[in-house]
C-alpha cells in the first residue's frame, strides 16, 4: 500500500490559512475543581436536538444493517494479528497527526515521542504492520485536531449527531474536516481512497464493541447517554492537553 | 511518600489483614484494583452480556467499599431534595443494581490490565480525594480516576472517571430530564425497567 504524499503539505497549508492566525495563548488551566458534585449541572448545547435524534436513529438503523454485519465478518474472517496489524498500520498514519497536533498545542516532547513512533513503525515495524515502538515504551499519544482547536480556546459550539460518523460537535466537525483535507487518503483515487477509509471505520468500529454494548446496557436514554459520554471525554482530552498531561 | 512507606511497615507490622477501615484511599483503591483485576483472570474468557461470575467479583471487591447513597444523591443532584426519604431509597437501590451490572459488563476489559497508582489530590479537604490511577496493559493505557470520602469514618468511593468520563455525570443529565418530564417517580420508573430487562 503506497500512499501519495505529495498533496500532504499542500493540504495542510491549506487547512491552516483556512483557520486564521488566531494562535490565542492556551488559558490558564482552571484549578482542579472538586469532584463531581461540586460542580454545577454542565450546560449541553444542543440546539439542534431534534434533528440530531433523527440521525442518531438512522445511525442506529445504518449500524444493525450494514455496520454490525460487516464487523461480525470482518471480525469472524480475519484472526486477531492480522487484524491488529490492521489497526496498527492506519494507527501509524493516525501517529503522524496525533504529532502533528501536539506540536501545534506546543506539547514538543509529545510530539516527539509520536514523531519517533512513526519513524520506528515504518521501519523496523516493516510499514507500520508491527507497533514496535510501544514495545520499546514510547507510548501511544492522544489527540486531533478538534483537541488542538480546544486548546486554543475554540469552545465545543452545538452539539452534532453526523450520518454515519457519529456524535461530534461543531469545533470537532471542523477538526474532522481538518483531518480529512490533511489526508493523504484523501487524494487518492475514488476507488482505493474510499476502500482505505472504509476499511478503516469497519476496523475502528470493530474494537468499540464493547463501549458500544456498555452504552446500549446501561443506558435509559441511549441518546442523553451517548452525548454526555461523548461531551465528558472531550473535555477531559483537552483540560489534559491545556494542562500539559 | 513517607506516609506511604510508614503505612507498608505499618501493614507488615499488623499482618496481611490489615482491615478495610484502617488503609488510606490509595491503599484501597490499589487493593480493589488488583483484586479485581486477579479475580477476572483467573475466569475463562468470558462471552459478552451478564455473567453472573464477574457480578460476583463485583459484589465481593466494589460493593463494600463504594458509598451508593452518595452516588445516589449525586446522579440525582439538586433533585434528591425534591424526593421522599422513601422514594431516596429506591432509588439507591434500583440505582445500585444498575450500577453493579454496568460495572459487571465493564470488568471483562480489565482481564489483561494492571493497575498503577499515579497520585492522589485533595478535593479541598482532607476527607475527600480522588485516587487517580491508570491500568496498564497491552495498547495505550486507560486512566481510571477514583473520587472517596472519608465523611462516614472509612473510605468509600462516590465517583469513577473512566478517561475522564464519569458514568455518575452521565446519569445525572439522564436523571434531571427524566425529573423534569415526569417527576421523580419517572426516574425510579425507568431504573425498574431497565433493571428487569
Known amino acids: 500500500m503506497t500512499l501519495s504524499l505529495k498533496h500532504l503539505p499542500l493540504a495542510l497549508l491549506v487547512s491552516f490559512a483556512l483557520l486564521?492566525?488566531?494562535?490565542?495563548?492556551?488559558?490558564?488551566?482552571?484549578?482542579?475543581?472538586?469532584?463531581?458534585?461540586?460542580?454545577?449541572?454542565?450546560?449541553?448545547?444542543?440546539?439542534?436536538?431534534?434533528?440530531?435524534?433523527?440521525?442518531?436513529?438512522?445511525?442506529?438503523?445504518?449500524?444493525?444493517?450494514?455496520?454490525?454485519?460487516?464487523?461480525?465478518?470482518?471480525?469472524?474472517?480475519?484472526?486477531?494479528?492480522?487484524?491488529?496489524?490492521?489497526?496498527?498500520?492506519?494507527?501509524?498514519?493516525?501517529?503522524?497527526?496525533?504529532?502533528?497536533?501536539?506540536?501545534?498545542?506546543?506539547?514538543?516532547?509529545?510530539?516527539?515521542?509520536?514523531?519517533?513512533?512513526v519513524l520506528i513503525n515504518t521501519s523496523l515495524g516493516l510499514g507500520g504492520l508491527f507497533d514496535v515502538a510501544s514495545d520499546m515504551g514510547l507510548a501511544k499519544g492522544k489527540g486531533d485536531y478538534g483537541v488542538t482547536l480546544g486548546v486554543w480556546g475554540v469552545g465545543p459550539g452545538p452539539y452534532l449527531v453526523l450520518p454515519v460518523l457519529g456524535v461530534s460537535t461543531l469545533r470537532d466537525t471542523v477538526g474532522r474536516g481538518l483531518r480529512i483535507a490533511s489526508d493523504p487518503r484523501t487524494y487518492l483515487e475514488p476507488i482505493p481512497s474510499y476502500s482505505l477509509t472504509g476499511a478503516e471505520y469497519v476496523h475502528v468500529r470493530s474494537t468499540n464493541s464493547a463501549t458500544e454494548d456498555l452504552i446500549s446496557s446501561s443506558s435509559l436514554d441511549k441518546y442523553r447517554f451517548t452525548r454526555s459520554l461523548f461531551l465528558q471525554r472531550r473535555d477531559a482530552l483537552i483540560s489534559a492537553a491545556k494542562q500539559g498531561n | 511518600m513517607r506516609n506511604t512507606i510508614a503505612l507498608l511497615l505499618l501493614s507488615l507490622f499488623v499482618g496481611a489483614s490489615v482491615p478495610a477501615l484502617a488503609a488510606g484511599p490509595e491503599d484501597l483503591v490499589k487493593a480493589m484494583?488488583?483484586?479485581?483485576?486477579?479475580?477476572?483472570?483467573?475466569?475463562?474468557?468470558?462471552?459478552?452480556?451478564?455473567?453472573?461470575?464477574?457480578?460476583?467479583?463485583?459484589?465481593?471487591?466494589?460493593?463494600?467499599?463504594?458509598?451508593?447513597?452518595?452516588?445516589?444523591?449525586?446522579?440525582?443532584?439538586?433533585?434528591?431534595?425534591?424526593?421522599?426519604?422513601?422514594?431516596?431509597?429506591?432509588?439507591?437501590?434500583?440505582?445500585?443494581?444498575?450500577?453493579?451490572?454496568?460495572?459487571?459488563?465493564?470488568?471483562?476489559?480489565?482481564?489483561?490490565?494492571?493497575?498503577?497508582?499515579?497520585?492522589?489530590?485533595?478535593?479541598?479537604?482532607?476527607?475527600?480525594?480522588?485516587?487517580?490511577?491508570?491500568?496498564?496493559?497491552?495498547?495505550?493505557?486507560?486512566?481510571?480516576?477514583?473520587?472517596?470520602?472519608?465523611?462516614?469514618?472509612?473510605?468509600?468511593?462516590?465517583?469513577?472517571?473512566?478517561?475522564?468520563?464519569?458514568?455518575?455525570?452521565?446519569?445525572?443529565?439522564?436523571?434531571?430530564?427524566?425529573?423534569?418530564?415526569?417527576?421523580?417517580?419517572?426516574?425510579?420508573?425507568?431504573?425498574?425497567?431497565?433493571n428487569t430487562k
Open chain 1, 20 to 117: 486564521g492566525a488566531p494562535v490565542q495563548a492556551a488559558k490558564k488551566p482552571a484549578p482542579a475543581t472538586a469532584a463531581a458534585q461540586a460542580e454545577p449541572e454542565p450546560a449541553i448545547l444542543d440546539p439542534f436536538e431534534p434533528l440530531n435524534r433523527g440521525v442518531f436513529m438512522f445511525n442506529e438503523a445504518f449500524d444493525a444493517v450494514i455496520t454490525t454485519p460487516v464487523k461480525f465478518l470482518y471480525t469472524n474472517l480475519l484472526p486477531e494479528p492480522v487484524r491488529r496489524g490492521i489497526g496498527n498500520v492506519f494507527g501509524n498514519l493516525d501517529d503522524v497527526y496525533i504529532g502533528v497536533n501536539h506540536g501545534l498545542q506546543g506539547r514538543g516532547n509529545l510530539a516527539g515521542n509520536d514523531f519517533s513512533r
Open chain 2, 33 to 194: 484494583a488488583s483484586e479485581v483485576t486477579a479475580s477476572v483472570r483467573s475466569l475463562p474468557p468470558a462471552s459478552n452480556g451478564v455473567n453472573p461470575q464477574l457480578t460476583a467479583i463485583i459484589e465481593r471487591e466494589l460493593v463494600p467499599r463504594f458509598d451508593f447513597g452518595r452516588i445516589s444523591q449525586i446522579a440525582m443532584g439538586r433533585n434528591w431534595l425534591k424526593a421522599s426519604p422513601s422514594e431516596q431509597k429506591q432509588i439507591t437501590t434500583e440505582f445500585s443494581h444498575l450500577l453493579i451490572r454496568t460495572y459487571s459488563n465493564a470488568i471483562n476489559n480489565l482481564r489483561d490490565m494492571d493497575v498503577a497508582v499515579r497520585s492522589t489530590r485533595s478535593n479541598g479537604s482532607d476527607s475527600d480525594v480522588t485516587v487517580r490511577t491508570q491500568m496498564v496493559g497491552r495498547g495505550s493505557p486507560t486512566s481510571i480516576d477514583y473520587s472517596l470520602s472519608n465523611a462516614t469514618g472509612s473510605w468509600k468511593v462516590y465517583d469513577v472517571q473512566v478517561e475522564g468520563i464519569s458514568l455518575v455525570a452521565a446519569y445525572r443529565d439522564e436523571f434531571t430530564a427524566l425529573v423534569s418530564s415526569d417527576g421523580v417517580p419517572g426516574v425510579i420508573a425507568a431504573l425498574k425497567k431497565k
